[in-house]
């Protein structure tokens, strides 16, 4: 059975602080990483893939990608209130298919 | 920008009843998938297509089934619905890997049924 865990929280960070999202995942065959974001009674929205180790940045969210450890994090950077919802991490799983983590709710304190 | 949609933001069913759910997705994408999604238990795939007319079970297909008679279009049916599948149903679509990058999936904004 192929896994991903999340911590579920709440992670509480105050506005303009950094948030750290982690994410580890158990099948070393996995090649595709990504984060969606839920606000509560919405679907999920993408907002970040990554593919190779290392970090990747799209305006205040930054990726991080660690195959050998087996994690995958995400950086939010000057947090806002708007950013307060759940972050799920999706791992590739045989081809065309992703298993989703159980998501970390992240609240933003103003 | 890929844009995925379904039937019904809402919806209210009778035990028994037969439940239609419906998603369209107009970026021309080979793979469809149905999701629920409950409190505590994340989301749990029912049904995915790679094609027109195909289809392969999930984690959870009991008391559902699919048709895929085009391209763009996913359904899910609830053949004798129960109030144990009262939950969010999420459809979400992905191009075909090796068509893409990564497989990244695109969700609609989701089906809230409830089953009385």
């Known amino acids: 059975q192929k896994e991903v865990e999340q911590n579920s929280g709440p992670l509480s960070v105050p506005e303009g602080a950094i948030a750290s999202l982690n994410c580890t995942y158990s099948d070393r065959g996995s090649q595709s990483f990504f984060w969606y974001r839920q606000y509560s009674g919405k679907s999920p929205e993408l907002i970040m893939s990554i593919y190779s180790n290392g970090d990747k940045e799209d305006g205040r969210f930054t990726a991080q990608l660690n195959k050998a450890s087996q994690y995958v994090s995400l950086l939010i950077r000057d947090s806002q209130p708007s950013d307060s919802a759940t972050y799920l991490c999706a791992v590739d799983n045989a081809g065309n298919m992703l298993t989703f983590g159980g998501g970390t709710r992240l609240m933003v304190k103003p | 920008d890929v844009k995925v949609t379904q039937s019904s933001r809402y919806l209210v069913k009778r035990t028994g009843e037969k439940v239609f759910l419906e998603c369209v997705q107009d970026m021309d994408h080979e793979n469809m998938f149905w999701y629920r999604q409950d409190p505590g238990l994340g989301l749990r795939l029912i049904y995915f297509?790679?094609?027109?007319?195909?289809?392969e079970k999930g984690d959870i297909p009991e008391g559902y089934s699919v048709s895929r008679e085009k391209k763009e279009r996913f359904s899910l049916i609830l053949e004798s619905a129960s109030t144990n599948q009262t939950s969010m149903y999420l459809c979400?679509?992905?191009?075909?890997?090796?068509?893409?990058?990564?497989?990244?999936?695109?969700f609609g904004p989701g089906t809230r049924l409830t089953v009385l």
């Open positions: 297509s790679y094609d027109v007319k195909m289809k």
């Open positions: 979400a679509s992905s191009q075909i890997l090796g068509l893409a990058d990564y497989n990244e999936q695109f």
